[in-house]
């Protein structure tokens, strides 16, 4: 019977344990003027050494907080505008700049080193977001499955439809940029080219993990377990890189490709939120990130090209990333007046 | 005791407050509260639109024949666990709990090997309603099992035999003598059970084919893709109404169910299967335990390794990518899941222990309606939650970003476990043990300390157990706010997945694996705790 006798004692002395603990907790974190801190969605990832450089060269901190996949993350930023939880907000993409520019969320700076960016990653004027990366969301294929056929038909006919499986664009961010390729490519028979893949059998999922791993092919390349049977399927440009690079045993030439022809482009923003108590220590984040240390790093962390014209290619890029010359884009306005519409509309006719 | 009594209300009322109603109603006003007064029009958008009523509909029936499957599957490997001693049977016991904690994009993929277009067994459910229910069952059944199978392993099998004895065959004798003392045990089970897929998510998301959404997703869709805060709040508002119908309903049911029940020491009612059907019985249980659960998951550990080289993904764990911010070697993961699942397993046991003791003890509306609010956290959506406490909980300490807010919201889900896998069996301690000991001179708190604790203390074992693993596997709320560097299993599982590539898949896998004895153990654990301390009543 003792233990039952103990337990009033072990609570009080845990509950003292908690509450000091929480103390120390808030008293820890929110950060003085010597800490940025950085709200940004899940696949953010750069290297330690990067960040500690930026610290030994200003003697800021960076917190980085995790806000989900980039839609929860925004809406984070927006339900708390009147009092962000952070300094810095990276991974609005165009396809939700248009949506965090009328929010109002960001104040505007011009960043250092903004006039050595790619001019088409220039897309808010007012320089309330820096453009940071970009990459391109494309249809990737199984290579030996389509060994006579021109790959751009994969994209352009939609009689391909049953060898496709493609994601959902209300609940995922390449299913989506998908979705505007079509509507870049076809604009007035964007409609018309997805009822055809209806009929010819696309198979639609909620996430690219599904699509990917559950159903692509040429998964098994990438999970060494037999993935689906779609040949075809909406991914990111940088996939035959990652083929090779994460590669249980060496390989020369990755098994799949892309169609570059249905690449559409995300270019990723970083901003300063409006509120901040830290304003100095932001600006610095924003120059570091268009750095030359900070936009190298991003390949082979992101697996997404730097924003910045000047600065290096891992050579695993140079040799394996295609560099996709005349990408699909839409204008972030005309993406914010109709989004809602046309993902209703996909609904419907792919859906329903 | 007056003073104790405030206390014992006083706490979990105030956690509620601060953490559950304050944050749910500024999301829902931030949503509704249009030009400085209410705005009713998202409520009839919401009923006018076909879609959406056929959304709640389906959430509704999907719940209710996905609770009814559970119970029924679980049904049988509670009897064998309650009747029988075996070799492994606590092994067994807690891989059964290993589902609950796993993330659904894992166990989606484990599925769709099994029960996709390329399956071993033969059998195609994809994208089909079949394999909604399988996956809600796979992660379920351990609640009824534990819950039901707790109290079957007390019940004196005697009272059976004595109605076989006067001529009832063995259906007729479960059926007027041990089902209705179990009642109370199903029936809890069966609410937390439709509660949790009610609310469902992921497995409706990536196993349902997009054919199928519950009100959880459409109010995901509605808040962060088209940011339309006024319909997500009419949804949540009409999942509550939903939620609130069903515990009404179920209330109304329980009272007067509860009995005193002698109850005996387990080991007096368990024994080794002895004849043949009895063997038999066993073998069977294990067999179909081992298919509905235990395969899911061995598909998932034969993943992990690589037929080449046998350890490479857990050796890859430690270095490939270390030198980045997204790295998370699986020390760290497994420290981070460890003290966040303990310190939200302590704040469940504090405010649900004395919510449930309050409840328990009390009769009359005032305690059904303090009672029917507990288990309200359960079925409200995580999105709502999620977003709420972002928007309420800055003053007076900045809790938004702060890593105690993950532990707070697992305990914020666990809590109605608490509540409800207690309150029967506080209820069912006899008055006239206390009676007794009050005639026999013993205090208030020390007829509390000698009968009360005790018994409570084997529905504090097992409800420890769930809210552990319910913070393991991630539940709720922690998936919408905004978290500060603490990747747990589940998150580094989440981000090794992020990343197409042999090596990352490998790893992910390694990592699910790794997940899965941390929460064996833990329960295998926690089950030896119960055990020792609390002895045979």
Redesign the interface.
């Known amino acids: 019977m003792f233990a039952t006798r103990s337990v009033p004692r072990v609570g009080a002395r845990l509950i003292g344990a908690v509450v000091g603990f929480g103390l120390l907790a808030s008293a820890c974190s929110g950060g003085g003027p010597d800490t940025v801190t950085l709200l940004t969605h899940s696949s953010f990832s750069i290297s330690q050494s990067t960040l500690d450089s930026f610290t030994e060269q200003t003697g800021i901190q960076v917190e980085i907080l995790d806000g989900g996949d980039a839609g929860a993350m925004l809406a984070q930023a927006i339900l708390t505008k009147d009092n962000p939880i952070a300094d810095v907000i990276f991974g609005v993409d165009n396809t939700l700049l248009s949506r965090a520019v009328t929010e109002e969320i960001t104040l505007p700076y011009t960043a250092k080193a903004l006039d050595g960016v790619h001019p088409f990653t220039l897309l808010d004027e007012t320089n309330h977001f820096t453009p940071i990366d970009y990459g391109d969301v494309c249809l990737l294929y199984v290579q030996s499955d389509f060994e006579d056929v021109d790959p751009s038909g994969l994209f352009f006919n939609p009689s391909f439809g049953d060898q496709l499986v493609v994601e959902d664009p209300s609940t995922s961010s390449p299913g989506l940029a998908f979705l505007y390729a079509t509507i870049a490519a076809f604009p007035e028979a964007w409609q018309d080219y997805w009822t055809a893949l209806r009929e010819a059998g696309v198979l639609v999922v909620a996430g690219w993990e599904e699509a990917f791993y559950g159903e692509f092919s040429g998964a098994e390349a990438f999970s060494e377990v037999p993935g689906g049977d779609r040949p075809v399927v909406v991914s990111y440009a940088s996939s035959p890189v990652l083929e090779v690079l994460f590669a249980t045993e060496p390989i020369s030439e990755p098994t799949t490709a892309i169609v570059e022809e249905s690449c559409f482009r995300q270019v990723e923003f970083a901003g300063i939120l409006d509120g901040t108590d830290n304003r100095e220590a932001a600006e610095q984040f924003i120059d570091f990130m268009l750095s030359p240390e900070f936009q190298e790093d991003i390949p082979l962390n992101m697996f997404v090209f730097p924003a910045l014209r000047s600065a290096a290619l891992p050579p695993v890029f140079v040799e394996h990333a295609e560099v996709v010359e005349n990408p699909l884009g839409l204008d972030p306005e005309v993406i914010a007046a109709n989004r809602d519409q046309w993902i209703e509309e996909w609904t419907e006719i792919v859906l329903r | 005791m007056k003073i104790g009594r405030g206390l014992l209300i006083g706490i979990p009322v105030g956690f509620l407050t601060v953490f559950y109603l304050y944050p749910v109603a500024s999301?829902l006003l931030?949503g509704l509260v249009e030009g400085g007064g209410l705005d009713f029009t998202p409520f009839g958008d919401v009923l006018t639109s076909a879609s959406l009523r056929g959304v709640a509909w389906f959430t509704l029936w999907q719940a209710a024949a996905s609770t009814a499957l559970t119970v029924l599957a679980a049904m049988p490997i509670a009897y064998v666990f309650a009747r029988f001693e075996f070799p492994g049977k606590r092994l067994l016991s807690a891989l059964l709990t290993v589902p609950f904690v796993m993330p659904t994009?894992v166990v989606?993929?484990a599925f769709?090997?099994l029960l996709?277009?390329?399956s071993p067994l033969g059998i195609n459910l994809n994208r089909t309603i079949w394999i909604i229910f399988a996956a809600h069952v796979f992660y379920n059944v351990a609640v009824v099992v534990r819950t039901v199978g707790g109290l079957w392993s007390h019940l004196d099998p005697r009272m059976e035999e004595a109605a076989r004895s006067l001529g009832a065959n063995r259906w007729q004798a479960f059926r007027t003598v041990t089902l209705p003392l179990l009642r109370p045990a199903i029936v809890a089970a069966g609410s937390i059970v439709f509660l949790f897929t009610f609310t469902s998510f992921g497995v409706i998301?990536?196993l349902?084919?997009?054919?199928y959404a519950t009100l959880e997703v459409e109010i995901y869709?509605q808040?962060?893709?088209?940011?339309?805060l006024p319909i997500a709040a009419a949804l949540a508002v009409f999942q509550l109404v939903g939620v609130t119908a069903v515990l009404w309903v179920y209330s109304r049911y329980q009272r007067h169910r509860e009995v005193g029940l002698s109850l005996l020491p387990r080991l007096a009612v368990a024994r080794r299967p002895s004849t043949p059907r009895q063997r038999l019985a066993v073998a069977g249980m294990i067999a179909y335990l081992g298919a509905i659960v235990v395969l899911p998951l061995a598909v998932l550990v034969a993943?992990s390794l690589?037929?080449?080289?046998l350890w490479?993904f857990y050796r890859a764990l430690t270095e490939?990518g270390s030198?980045?911010?997204?790295?998370v070697s699986p020390a760290e993961a497994i420290g981070n899941s460890l003290w966040i699942a303990g310190?939200a397993t302590?704040?469940a046991l504090?405010v649900g222990m004395s919510a449930a003791a309050v409840v328990a003890y009390s009769s009359g509306p005032a305690a059904r309606t303090f009672d029917l609010f507990l288990m309200l956290p359960l079925g409200t959506s995580a999105v709502t939650i999620g977003?709420g406490m972002?928007?309420a909980l800055?003053w007076p300490?900045?809790?938004?970003?702060?890593?105690?807010l993950i532990p707070l919201a697992h305990a914020l889900v666990a809590i109605p476990f608490v509540v409800r896998l207690s309150v029967p069996v506080m209820r069912s301690v006899q008055p006239r043990l206390r009676e007794a000991a009050a005639v026999l001179g013993a205090s208030p708190l020390r007829i509390w300390?000698?009968i009360d604790?005790?018994i409570a203390?084997r529905a504090l074992a097992v409800s420890a157990g769930f809210a552990f693993a319910i913070s393991l596997g991630e539940f709720g709320a922690t998936?919408?706010?905004?978290?500060?560097?603490t990747p747990t299993l589940p998150?580094a599982i989440?981000?090794l997945?992020?990343?197409?590539?042999?090596?990352?898949?490998?790893q992910a896998m390694a990592m699910s694996t790794i997940l899965m004895a941390v929460t064996a153990a833990v329960v295998l654990l926690v089950d030896r705790l119960r055990i020792?301390?609390?002895?045979e009543f």
């Open positions: 999301i931030a994009v989606g993929s769709l090997a996709g277009s390329s998301l990536i349902g084919g997009l054919t869709r808040t962060t893709v088209f940011l339309n993943r690589d037929t080449g080289n490479r490939t030198g980045s911010t997204a790295f310190l302590l704040i504090i977003f972002l928007v800055d300490i900045d809790l938004r970003a702060n890593v105690l300390r000698e604790l005790p203390a998936s919408f706010i905004a978290r500060p560097d998150i989440f981000r997945l992020g990343r197409p590539g042999a090596l990352n898949f490998g020792r301390d609390i002895g």
